[in-house]
């Protein structure tokens, strides 16, 4: 069974970072694409940035720059160091992984395993 646990979400003024964790078991993330996505109150869940298994990363356009996607094999863990935050990046932010080794679009239907997420917020 795979199970993915976020950490690292917390209160961080605008203009600070946070790096979040995604530990992994029951699937080994570097075979396979996986993702951050998050989700604002009261809006759709969006992609946030995504990896193939070969190394590929694709970045949403509102954290070019600010976020950074990185992994650790040996402990099958991903991480999501996020830079220079602002209020709108508040969401709560979750770890996916998909059935497949790269996707074409990033989107939650290409996803198969989730975490229950971790809450970012960010204070003006």
């Known amino acids: 069974q795979v199970q993915l646990v976020e950490s690292g979400g917390g209160l961080v003024q605008a203009g600070g970072s946070l790096r979040l964790s995604c530990a992994a078991s029951?699937?080994?993330?570097?075979?396979?694409?996986m993702a951050w996505f998050r989700q604002a109150p009261g809006k759709e869940r969006e992609f946030v940035v995504g990896r193939w298994s070969g190394g590929n990363t694709y970045y949403a356009d509102s954290v070019k720059g600010r976020f950074t996607i990185s992994t650790d094999n040996a402990q099958n863990t991903v991480y999501l160091q996020m830079n220079s935050l602002k209020p709108e990046d508040t969401a709560v932010y979750y770890c996916?992984?998909?059935?497949?080794?790269?996707?074409?679009?990033?989107?939650?239907?290409?996803?198969?395993?989730w975490g229950k997420g971790t809450l970012v917020t960010v204070s003006s």
């Open positions: 996916a992984v998909s059935p497949y080794g790269a996707v074409t679009r990033w989107y939650a239907g290409t996803m198969d395993y």
């Open positions: 029951g699937r080994t993330f570097s075979r396979y694409a």
